[in-house]
């Protein structure tokens, strides 16, 4: 599903921000992305969303190498995409089901059949009766449920996730994981970049920890002693 052999993140007048990573993750597998501040957690979640393009190496996405995409295919690749972040990112003056279904009006879907497609999505986040709500109205933990279904709404084949629980309490984050994977028990594959490494040693996922642009794959046994060494 995913595939990066060998990618190269090289920024002008810069060191490698990634530097030989090498991995896979199959349709329906969850993994965390973690590591230090500055490691290259960010540069690698945008060189998937094809915000950056990578240096050398190849990046396969559902059969495609996001490394020589054109331009004009960018967008539709998107589409298999769904992006959830830590500040959630919401229009806090549309209410709850306007903000979900945003990615479906953009693409050119009819607001009926969006809106059938969101309050769906929103039920599966348990949030169908928040519909009508606006966004400040909520508690952080609902305003990310309201970021995930609208990354779900255009049935995504790979969720990718920055710092999804930074802004939340632990019962809140293990709530969020839960989500993520009963998505990920449904076919969809998901990457979460974090730096909880206490939820991450309580989940049996893959762990990619990157240290100064470079990766390795670790397991949760020796995990926290890793991250310390990074850190």
Not at 77 to 97: A, C, E, M, P, W
Not at 168 to 185: G, H, K, N, V
């Amino acid at each position: 599903m995913l595939t990066f052999d060998r990618v190269f993140k090289r920024y002008i007048d810069s060191s490698d921000a990634l530097s030989d990573v090498s991995f896979h993750l199959d349709k329906g597998e969850m993994a965390f992305l973690t590591g230090h501040s500055g490691a290259g957690k960010s540069t690698l979640l945008k060189l998937i969303a094809i915000i950056e393009r990578c240096s050398r190496g190849q990046l396969i996405l559902d059969g495609q190498n996001l490394c020589h995409l054109h331009e004009r295919d960018v967008a539709y690749l998107r589409r298999k995409l769904g992006l959830i972040f830590q500040d959630y990112k919401l229009l806090l003056d549309r209410t709850v089901l306007d903000n979900v279904i945003l990615p479906l009006i953009v693409s050119g879907m009819s607001h009926h059949d969006a809106a059938r497609r969101g309050r769906a999505a929103l039920d599966k986040v348990g949030l169908s009766l928040k519909e009508k709500k606006y966004p400040l109205t909520l508690s952080g933990g609902e305003q990310q449920r309201v970021g995930i279904a609208r990354a779900v709404v255009n049935k995504p084949a790979l969720i990718l996730a920055d710092e999804p629980t930074g802004n939340l309490d632990p019962e809140l984050s293990a709530e969020i994981m839960t989500l993520f994977e009963q998505f990920q028990q449904v076919g969809v594959s998901v990457l979460i970049a974090t730096h909880d490494i206490e939820l991450i040693s309580k989940l049996n996922h893959k762990v990619l920890v990157l240290n100064q642009g470079h990766l390795t794959i670790k397991n949760e046994v020796i995990l926290e002693e890793t991250i310390g060494e990074t850190a």
